[in-house]
């Protein structure tokens, strides 16, 4: 099971950018398609990002042109680059590795976006 420790949250003003960064251990993720989600509460766990073993991305549209999501296969490391934050980017992002059934999360990071 790929252990997942998230890194890199924090209070920043809008228009700011923070990255995040996320820890793999126990299990190389080279093979794994690896996301960002965030959560607010009271609200559903959502897709930010996402990369494909291939290094295909996909991006929820309310953040396409501002967040960069990318691995760096030799860390075991992924990372979500993000830009231009507004207030309702603020959530708890969390890290997450898929590979066939095996599905494993982070415990996230906060983002609190706000002046």
């Known amino acids: 099971q790929v252990q997942l420790v998230e890194s890199g949250g924090g209070l920043v003003q809008p228009g700011g950018s923070l990255r995040l960064s996320c820890a793999a251990s126990r299990t190389v993720i080279s093979s794994y398609r690896m996301g960002w989600y965030r959560q607010v509460p009271g609200k559903q766990r959502e897709l930010v990002a996402e990369?494909?073993?291939?290094?295909?991305?996909n991006y929820a549209d309310s953040v396409k042109g501002r967040f960069t999501i990318s691995r760096d296969n030799a860390k075991n490391t992924v990372n979500l680059q993000m830009n231009s934050l507004k207030p309702e980017d603020t959530a708890v992002y969390y890290c997450?590795?898929?590979?066939?059934?095996?599905?494993?999360w982070g415990r996230g990071t906060q983002v609190t976006v706000s002046s």
């Open positions: 997450n590795a898929k590979y066939q059934w095996r599905d494993s």
């Open positions: 990369i494909s073993s291939g290094a295909t991305t």
